[in-house]
């Protein structure tokens, strides 16, 4: 439960940082750490602790309350996987100009997206960063 937990923290960390416009190894200059210490954080090579997800988020401008808060909805929330739409909405209250530029798609109603539309989505968001998505 307690690695679980822990990893699920990872992804989380690894999602704002791979979906903010700061790279990976800008991130660990920031903060005078070795080449690919962040990946070995996020892949659980090296033990993610407090001190790790409270600099990179200071590194980023992000303040720990809405990382937390987004880490712990409410239970009935916690069903569905962290999203990329919320991380960029995370990083967006911080940092407008953190969201990776995309191409500019027609205005369209979100309503009309299908749930499972937005799950194919998103998973395949988090595939194109690496995390792998759980399955409810």
């Known amino acids: 439960m307690v690695n679980e937990e822990i990893r699920r923290f990872a992804r989380l960390l690894e999602g704002v940082v791979r979906l903010s416009k700061v790279s990976v ?24 602790k407090l001190r790790h997800i409270l600099s990179v988020l200071e590194a980023l401008d992000v303040p720990p309350e809405q990382f937390f808060r987004l880490a712990y909805r409410e239970k009935k929330d916690v069903q569905a996987q962290t999203t990329a739409r919320e991380i960029l909405d995370l990083l967006d209250a911080r940092m407008p100009s953190a969201r990776p530029a ?35």
């Open 25 to 48: 190894r800008e991130v660990e200059k920031r903060l005078d750490m070795g080449h690919g210490s962040l990946n070995r954080i996020f892949n659980g090579k090296i033990d993610l």
């Open 102 to 136: 995309v191409a500019e798609e027609p205005e369209r109603n979100e309503a009309s997206i299908s749930d499972e539309e937005l799950d194919r989505r998103i998973h395949e968001a988090l595939l194109r960063f690496g995390i792998e998505p759980r399955e409810s």
